[in-house]
């Protein structure tokens, strides 16, 4: 099948509905949003936390950090395959080879990225906002959702980078989830299934779902980030 | 007249570097302080610290005859003392939402907080900002936003960095004929300043921050 004929056919096959490909997105999307969801709110605490505070081995903290950033995807999954096996100390659950295994993954995964982009902004943003929250008489817990709330384009980049990130991955999925038709093949671990078996289309047409997530939420980056322009340059 | 705080040996180092050593520092009630000295002689850095932004070593600390630590900073002091930045920072919401923002912050009712900032905005002149997105700011209309913003909280100790510094014409003009309203209602004003109009006026008391330590001039 050339390359012409294999992309009709996955534009075909995304048109036409059909279940299996579309039960492949939905896994895909399903435990994405779940595992960053889970992920966001102590990644967000913890990078504002680090941000914020003084402490001794701060910049260790922030070196493991920006380090978790680029450790492959497969070594998560290799860690997270020894803990969840039934002879690993979370085997209890049973969480391999299953959604749930996934969704850890995705969160450990998501994590990284969303720590350390906050924390990117948060240290960015200007001290004043938090003093001044300070002393107007802000509580602890009220300064940090004025700090928040002024750094969000750079939180909201953290949550659409983090997406980005569990929904491309492909090491963690594979050897956690285990690839099962219609229970954990996420688009990732099709894409690679598909591709070993010669089958291009359903790979293509899944590649075309990952590239228009890629434009979406690289858009939406866009959009945010013109919107802090536009705000940051009025004054 | 009664002393509002008086803070006894505090020295301030940034690192090995000695910036301040006073032996005692006193401010009286609804009185005006200029602290005056030579840039990077440590004023702003001595408000900060009475406002419990920055550490410093201290002695003791007595506040409307009540012994205090500084550090921790106390609740008592964080509801009395407010300090307003030489470039006041504005939150991203409407201009009558940072006015209300100590008080929003304190849990005050609703009808309470727009009472309090209508009134606040009216004393600054800044009524027709209200719904106005401060960053379309001019820097006169910011400062007179801090002061209202500062003003609500009715504190006992308002600490102004450089009030004036950047201002010209009207804008600084109407910044100065604020000082003195405060004063009346009974709040101690501190200004880290160089503008000779702030320093003249009427009851001002001067404080020079000189070689580390604090002089008072008449």
Same mark, same amino acid.
């Given at each position: ?27 895909? %999307? ?26 001794? &081995?701060?910049?260790? @903290? ?15 999954? %290799? ?16 969480? %391999? ?29 200007? $001290?004043?906002? $938090? ?5 107007? &008489? ?9 700090? %928040? ?9 953290? @949550? ?5 990130? @569990? ?10 989830? &285990? ?21 291009? $289309? ?9 590239? $228009? ?19 940051? &340059?009025?004054? | ?14 690192? *090995? ?19 005056? =000295?030579?840039?990077?002689? =440590? ?8 406002? =419990? ?8 600390? *007595? ?17 009395? /003392? ?6 006041? /920072? ?55 936003? !801090? ?17 004036? !510094? ?9 910044? /100065?004929?604020? /000082? ?22 009427? =009851? ?15």
């Amino acid at each position: 099948m050339s390359l012409f004929d294999a992309t009709a056919h996955a534009f075909a096959l995304l048109f036409s509905g059909d279940p299996a490909l579309w039960r492949i997105i939905w896994v895909s %999307l399903k435990t994405s949003v779940i595992g960053l969801l889970l992920a966001t709110p102590p990644a967000v605490l913890l990078g504002y936390a680090i941000a914020m505070h003084r402490f001794p &081995g701060r910049r260790i @903290v922030v070196w493991l950090a920006q380090c978790a950033l680029s450790l492959p995807t497969v070594l998560i999954g %290799l860690l997270l395959y020894l803990l969840l096996s039934r002879r690993g100390p979370l085997g209890s659950l049973e969480w %391999l080879f299953s959604q749930s295994g996934i969704v850890a993954g995705q969160f450990v995964v998501g994590l990284p990225v969303l720590l350390a982009f906050t924390l990117a902004a948060v240290q960015a943003l200007d $001290a004043r906002y $938090a003093e001044t929250a300070r002393a107007l &008489g802000a509580s602890r817990w009220r300064v940090m959702t004025t700090v %928040l709330h002024e750094a969000r384009y750079g939180v909201m980049a953290a @949550v659409i980078s983090g997406f980005g990130r @569990v929904i491309s991955e492909v090491g963690c999925a594979l050897m956690v989830g &285990g690839n099962i038709e219609g229970e954990t093949r996420t688009i990732t671990t099709a894409i690679a299934l598909e591709t070993s078996k010669g089958e291009f $289309a359903q790979g293509i047409a899944l590649g075309i779902v990952l590239v $228009a997530l890629a434009l979406l939420m690289n858009g939406a980056l866009m959009l945010l980030q013109g919107e802090a322009h536009t705000a940051g &340059g009025r004054a | 007249m009664s002393a509002l705080l008086t803070v006894r040996g505090l020295k301030k180092r940034h690192g *090995e570097r000695l910036l301040f050593d006073i032996d005692a520092l006193t401010l009286d009630a609804a009185s005006a302080y200029v602290l005056t =000295g030579v840039n990077g002689v =440590g004023k702003s850095t001595l408000l900060r610290v009475l406002a =419990g932004l920055e550490t410093a070593q201290v002695e003791s600390v *007595e506040f409307e005859g009540r012994q205090l630590a500084l550090h921790p900073y106390p609740p008592q002091l964080r509801r009395a /003392i407010v300090y307003v930045h030489q470039h006041p /920072i504005m939150f991203s919401t409407s201009v009558a939402r940072n006015i209300g923002y100590g008080l929003t912050a304190r849990g005050e009712a609703k009808e309470q907080v727009a009472r309090a900032v209508q009134e606040a905005m009216d004393w600054a002149g800044v009524g027709y900002l209200r719904d106005t997105d401060p960053t379309r700011l001019s820097g006169g209309e910011k400062q007179r936003v !801090a002061l209202a913003r500062a003003r609500v909280l009715q504190p006992r100790l308002l600490l102004l960095d450089e009030p004036t !510094a950047n201002l010209d014409g009207a804008a600084r003009e109407q910044v /100065i004929a604020l /000082i003195p309203t405060l004063v009346d209602q009974g709040t101690t004003v501190v200004m880290a300043c160089h503008d000779r109009d702030l320093i003249g006026l009427p =009851g001002v008391r001067r404080l020079k921050l000189r070689d580390g330590h604090l002089e008072y001039r008449p």
